[in-house]
């Protein structure tokens, strides 16, 4: 009896079957990515938000112990290094740094706008990030102003693009 050999088959894809997988795959990275993409957007501004408030709390905590607001000159930086204090007087009653790690910059890279006094009534200063454009006066500026309202309920303009330096 002789034996025959049966012919050897390769089992495996075929192009045209890769090429359906490759196209499904696509078809879902591009449904999902805008989806990505924007929880991303959201993540970064719902941070620089709380970025803000925690610089709204040192500088309040600077308040309590100086009895004023850094002035526009000193900036931010007194809430973490009283070398940027303007007298000796203010640096003695500085209680600092009211912050762990200083924070010059906002989730963008860029760096805070700190207005003192602010041009808005009753506001003691203004608090601003410019966004993820860079651009002072867009519509992704983030700012303390954002979501107050005034003595009457309505809310505070939030526009902070006809502030002159």
Do not use: C
């Not at 192009?15 to 591009?30: D, F, M, S, T």
């Not at 009895?67 to 070398?83: C, D, I, Q, V």
């Not at 002072?136 to 303390?144: A, M, P, S």
Request: aromatic residues 10%; proline residues 5%; hydrophobic residues 35%.
């Amino acid at each position: 009896m002789k034996k025959t050999r049966s012919p050897i088959r390769r089992r495996g894809f075929t192009i045209l079957e890769l090429l359906i997988v490759i196209g499904i795959i696509l078809a879902i990275g591009g449904l999902v990515t805008p989806f990505l993409l924007n929880s991303l957007k959201e993540s970064d501004t719902g941070l620089t938000k709380i970025q803000i408030q925690n610089l709204e709390q040192g500088l309040d905590q600077f308040y309590l112990h100086m009895k004023r607001y850094p002035t526009e000159e000193e900036g931010l930086a007194a809430l973490w290094n009283s070398e940027s204090l303007e007298d000796e007087e203010a640096t003695a009653n500085w209680k600092g740094p009211y912050f762990e790690k200083p924070s010059p910059k906002d989730t963008w890279g860029f760096e805070w706008v700190y207005r003192s006094p602010s041009e808005v009534e009753g506001i003691a200063y203004d608090l601003l990030s410019v966004g993820p454009d860079g651009e002072e006066g867009t519509d992704d500026d983030l700012t303390n102003l954002d979501g107050r309202v005034d003595a009457d309920g309505e809310p505070i303009d939030g526009d902070l693009s006809d502030f002159t330096n």
